[in-house]
């Protein structure tokens, strides 16, 4: 079954200052590549997600790039702000519809 | 668009109880929504996958004697948690497929989540 490894499992970055989570996987059928965002007690939050034939993605401050050939995508937060303090999750996808979810990053941002 | 909702959102039971948790997809209709157990400090850890009109297809090690699915329409799916012991007691999410969403097939619009608390 696909596995998915994510890091770091923590972050700590000053306000301003950019954050990159990275997320492999070793299913070479994943065509489906998301990110969440979950604050303690709430629901998975999705912020940006890539499909299989694009490279990289950008919505505002938030980013994502994605290399099948090596199986890793990441997740590129900049000029980063108190409200993105959160803890971070990789879920790619498989035909199945199904999400793997990585671990989670916790993203800590000092102000 | 692609709300989805869950009720109750939170629950606390006596031992030995069953306890019913309903997600609902509200402005669209979901032919396959997936039930998933988050524990403290964890990841999301996928329990079943649910279509509409079949038999949900239970994760490995997942009783599905003790964790009753039922998807009886394309907007409802229940998961009953039968004789629940404490260790069963968790964060329980639902999500919702919507494939004609303008986010794509594959997207996933999750319910806000249901605590559960077993004494």
Redesign the interface.
Same mark, same amino acid.
């Given at each position: 079954g696909e596995n998915v490894e994510q890091h770091p499992s923590t972050l700590s970055v000053q306000e301003g200052d950019s954050a990159v989570i990275k997320c492999t996987y070793s299913d070479s059928a994943s065509? #489906?590549f998301?990110w969440y965002k979950q604050e303690l007690?709430?629901?998975?939050? &999705?912020i940006i997600?890539i499909?299989s034939n694009v490279g990289e993605k950008k919505d505002q401050r938030i980013a994502v790039t994605l290399n099948k050939t090596a199986k890793h995508f990441s997740l590129h937060i900049t000029e980063t702000q108190p409200e993105d303090s959160a803890v971070y999750?990789c !879920?790619p996808?498989d035909s199945? #519809?199904? &999400?793997?979810?990585? !671990?989670?990053t916790k993203l800590i941002i000092k102000p | 668009g692609a709300v989805v909702s869950q009720h109750p959102s939170r629950v606390i039971c006596k031992s030995g109880t069953s306890v019913k948790i309903e997600c609902r997809s509200l402005d669209f209709q979901a032919t396959?929504m997936?039930w998933y157990r988050q524990f403290p400090k %964890?990841? /999301?850890? /996928?329990m079943a996958?649910s279509n509409e009109g079949s038999k949900a297809t239970y994760e490995q090690g997942v009783e599905k004697d003790k964790f009753l699915i039922n998807h009886a329409s394309l907007t409802l799916s229940t998961l009953t948690v039968t004789s629940a012991h404490p260790e069963d007691s968790s964060?329980y999410?639902c999500s919702a $497929?919507d494939p004609r969403g303008r986010?794509?097939?594959?997207? %996933?619009?999750?319910?806000?989540?249901t $605590?559960l608390t077993v004494l």
């Open positions: 065509n #489906y998301p007690g709430k629901r998975p939050q &999705l997600d499909r999750f !879920a996808g199945n #519809y199904q &999400l793997i979810w990585g !671990a989670g | 396959t997936f %964890q990841s /999301l850890m /996928l996958t964060f999410i $497929r986010g794509g097939t594959d997207t %996933q619009y999750f319910g806000p989540g $605590r």
